[in-house]
């Protein structure tokens, strides 16, 4: 039995096909997100790479932003309980959460059987979210795939105290005309993410370890720095960005074994 | 249409069209109309000066513009809606302003009335347990009575000053049972029909308005009692707007069962005393009144009281309607929020913002809330 | 006593001197703490006269919470406050001293010091047994001393004083606050377990006088042009006013500098030698955590401080032995009054600085000192044709101050007044 987990962010859009509940046997993602043709299109990319159709998916289950718009779904799961699914199917044993995506962080609390108990989510500020690092990296002119290079060759990290994006980027750039080295901004800036973010775990309650998922966790400069901050160890899911989407799958999975037993 | 929903109906027009119910009503009765800032003035001086007494309480998904002149961004989208509209001459209709000070933003907002109408202001006391504080306050309504007086050019008697308590705690107690009759009723009362129900008192006369919900308890009272699939929840907060706010909790199955919101259930918690002074009886109601972030108090009972809420309504979670930049509001949080982890009680919290309600994050927020309880 | 009489305080400079009271007002809380003496936590501009009578040890939040935001102390405060549910939105020295508060319990319950106390560049302080707030500068401290009483369990005393709305201040207001006093003296019999001491009240409040004499005739050095006195000095001597009014550790400072500035005066020693270009009003708590930046930026540009309203605040002058004198010295804060008296004091404070400009901060933290910036500015303007500024700050949380944006701010302002002099220049 096939099903499918869409996952239609604010800035991308992720799928996966899963079989009988336990095998990945398609994964895709597309860098535009709702309001865009992304969704369609990483359906389209998600079947072409098996010799399936949609009419085999026995159950499609959407998540993400734009989880309601997606016509083809027969049900709709929010995010918290989609990436809590996905990232106890990934990283077995994970008790926090912690997703870092282009509009929001979340972090997510777990019990023993992986049950939500607790999450928290950024407010509307863009503080510590992937956009933050977007607009960060092009201040500095580093594409945001080298951030992470340039974080660990840092000595005497700068201080990026101000968690208004405004604020932060006049920031830097005062940083940048008193000639501090841009691996020193760099780490402050990833810092200044971790702070934020180490802050809703914090909210949550900080576990014997983390997970991480999302586009943030892709960059190891910020899966390092929240290390330090909470003092714990930090797992990074083997496919990050589509922890979403897998949940969702695994969800469609577990609702239509439950409706046909 | 049946019955209850043609008597609801009622309410809705009223409610998503305050404007044009205080126009018709000043048409009709020859009356004056005086704006109530929020919080909790004394409502009953305005209805014995024979005017209508009207709810300033923002306006659903307000566009603000020429306000961010005149605030900065970190006061509340309910202050922002707010002088917009005294600046693009919504507020032009009234005769006069009630103005109360109870937090920063509003004692500040009270020196820049840009509306036409002029504005009394008046201060609560906040150390309000001692008997220094009802003479204070008697006082300060004194300035009140004397300023409409002299603004509208009447007299307001003691006899009906009297007569308004009486109107007004006959409302209350109507509020008080609409409330408990609601809570049984999920399927009639959705939360945005609630809360419209309520929202009315603000720009009616309030014994009509009680004539009106006598009627629909009656009606609604004929209905069977259904057991609710969904999750029950008590909000607490200022407010909970807009309706595309409380829609996303129909969306995802929650009932309203009780609020302690101050535009609404704190309104009519309390009734105001009988006596012989209208003044001082009605300065006692707020020496009476607690539970509100806004009306200091250092027992802090507000954790106390929404925990016997919820289980009085039998609700399954609180839910907190943040309003933003409400530095009161934010205060009790760190407290209460501990109280409700030691006595068991589930509870999350939303961001309220009238003007930009991120509603696609809150739905985020309530579903994910839905799946865990 | 004895060991204090080896300190030489005759022969201190003001600036010494100010650095040995000020941390001894600490100390002594903390020797309270020791001897089973009580120590209260109280507002910046509360009465300290009422605890001071019984011989409670008084400390200052406000100004503590500076102190820890000016040795850069304030990260780790806020985090911990942030933690526990107050929201970032909440007053930045609440936050700080809800922070600091937490430690402390946290190492009372435990016996363990928190790794981020044992850090701190906090001064140190007991935990109080009882709190005194009074709103006459933000309806903040209401709810900031609310949840102080809350989660420590100890008493509050509350001195409110309404807002006035109308100016000079109601009968009936001071007659509240007289029997909010009254009560407070209740309560401090029963917290005491002794009768209130009248006597020793009266000589506190006629040493208070004494205190505020001095404090107010430092200011008078800012009328002089050029001055003598960088206003800049007036934040940190302030320290002493919230903290030591009731002591006479402020008295004995407060004329010593009153003694230096009349000495540079006749010396003719200014406070910027022969710099000083231009003279600026500062409306608005410092911004502790940038205390050196702000001033060194306005330094620069030759723009000395000259008026400032904040400072003016402490004086609490009134008649001893007349309660609702006392009492109408505590509300007519000019913050806490209607816009018209608010207006009157700011420009009487541009006025007598012969000032050139007006600096007002927007304080993410202080709504009550941001919220009629704009209305305050325009009245200069027109009243004085002084140009104003308005820049985007906080006084104690670091995230939401940018140096960058405000030199750009303190930019435009000094070549509006440079200009408006040279045009002005031109014209005589």
Known sequence: ?261 | MSQIDELINKFQEVANHPQKTVLDYKKKTGKGLVGIMPYYAPEEIVYAAGCLPVGLFGAQNPEISAARAYLPPFACSLMQADMELQLNGTYDCLDAVLFSVPCDTLRCMSQKWHGKAPVIVFTQPQNRKIEAAVTFLKAEYDHVRKELERILGVTITDMALQEAIRVYNENRQVMREFCDVAALYPQIFTPVKRHDVIKARWFMDKAEHTAWVRELIAAVQKEAVHPWTGKKVVLSGIMAEPDEFLDIFSEFGFAVVADDLAQESRQYRNDVPYGIDPLEQLATWWQDFDGCPLAMNVDKPRGQMLINMAKKAKADAVVICMMRFCDPEEFDYPIYKAEFEKAGLRYTVLDLDLESPSLEQIRTRLQAFSEIL | ?428
């Open chain 1, 1 to 261: 039995m096939y099903t499918l987990g869409i996952d239609v962010g604010s800035s991308s859009s992720k799928a996966v096909i899963l079989e009988d509940g336990k095998k990945i046997i398609s994964h895709r993602v597309v860098q535009i997100g709702t309001g865009s043709t992304g969704p369609e299109r990483v359906l389209k990319e998600v079947l072409a790479a098996t010799d399936l159709t949609i009419d085999d998916m026995a159950n499609i289950i959407a998540t993400g932003y734009g989880r309601f718009n997606v016509k083809i779904a027969k049900g709709e799961i929010s995010e918290i309980t989609c990436h809590a699914k996905g990232a106890l199917f990934e990283c077995p044993g994970t008790t926090t959460l912690l997703d870092i995506g282009g509009q929001d962080v979340k972090a997510i609390k777990l019990n023993e059987q992986g049950l939500v108990m607790q999450f928290a989510m950024n407010d509307k500020c863009a503080a510590g979210t992937g956009r933050f690092l977007d607009v960060m990296s092009k201040v500095l002119e580093i594409p945001m795939s080298e951030m992470g290079e340039w974080y660990f060759k840092s000595k005497h990290p700068a201080k990026v105290s101000s968690t208004c994006t405004v604020f932060a980027e006049s920031e830097v750039i005062s940083l940048l005309s008193k000639n501090i080295p841009k691996e020193d901004i760099v780490a402050g800036v990833h810092q200044s993410i971790a702070s934020k973010a180490s802050a809703l775990v914090r909210r949550v309650g900080v576990g014997p370890d983390l997970t991480m998922t999302g586009g943030g966790s892709r960059d190891p400069g910020v899966v390092d720095a929240i290390s330090k901050e909470l003092g714990i160890p930090v797992r990074v899911a083997s496919h990050p960005q589509i922890i979403g989407a897998l949940g969702a799958a695994l969800l469609a999975y577990e609702k239509i074994s439950k409706s046909q037993s």
């Open chain 3, 1 to 428: 006593m004895s060991e204090e009489k080896a300190v030489d305080i005759e022969s201190m400079s003001a600036k010494d001197a100010l650095g040995y009271f000020l941390p001894k007002i600490d100390e002594d809380a903390r020797k309270a703490k020791k001897e089973g003496r009580l120590v209260c936590w109280s507002a910046s501009v509360a009465p300290p006269e009422f605890c001071t009578a019984m011989d409670i040890a008084v400390v200052f939040p406000e100004t503590h919470a500076a102190g820890i935001g000016a040795r850069h102390g304030a990260p780790d405060m806020l985090e911990v406050a942030e933690n526990k549910g107050y929201n970032q939105d909440i007053c930045s020295y609440c936050r700080v001293n809800m922070g600091y508060m937490e430690l402390l319990k946290q190492q009372a319950l435990t016996g363990v010091t928190p790794e981020k106390l044992k850090n701190s560049p906090a001064s140190e302080i007991p935990l109080p047994d009882l709190v005194i707030t009074c709103n006459n500068i933000c309806n903040t401290l209401l709810k900031w001393y609310e949840n102080l009483a809350n989660e420590l369990h100890i008493p509050l005393i509350t001195i409110d004083v309404p807002f006035n709305h109308e100016y000079p201040v109601t009968q009936h207001a001071k007659e509240y606050i007289v029997g909010e006093f009254k009560q407070a003296i209740k309560q401090l019999e029963e917290i005491c377990g002794r009768p209130f001491n009248y006597d020793k009240f009266f000589k506190v409040q006629e040493q208070t006088q004494r205190s505020i004499a001095a404090w107010n005739k430092i200011a008078t050095f800012l009328t002089y042009k050029p001055s003598p006195l960088n206003g800049f000095d007036l934040f940190n001597y302030m320290g002493l006013a919230v903290a030591g009014r009731s002591l006479d550790y402020s008295e004995i400072t407060f004329n010593k500098f009153v003694k230096e500035l009349e000495a540079k005066v006749a010396a003719k020693k200014y406070a910027f030698g022969d710099n000083e270009k231009t003279r600026v009003t500062w409306e608005g708590i410092a911004v502790w955590i940038a205390l050196g930046h702000t001033f060194k930026e306005l330094k620069g540009k030759g723009a000395l401080m000259t008026g400032s309203a904040y400072p003016g605040m402490w004086d609490v002058s009134y008649e001893p032995g007349n309660l609702e004198s006392m009492a109408e010295a505590y509300t007519r804060t000019y913050i806490n009054c209607c816009l018209q008296r608010r207006g009157e004091v700011l420009e009487q404070v541009v006025r007598d600085g012969q000032c050139d400009g007006l600096i007002m901060h927007q304080n993410r933290s202080c709504k009550n000192m941001s919220l009629l910036n704009d209305e305050g500015g325009k009245r200069i303007q027109k009243n004085l044709n002084v140009p104003y500024v308005i820049f985007d700050g906080d006084q104690t949380d670091p995230r939401n101050f940018s140096e960058a944006q405000f030199d750009t701010r303190v930019e435009a302002l000094c070549e509006t007044m440079d200009e408006k002099k040279a045009s002005e220049g031109g014209k005589q």
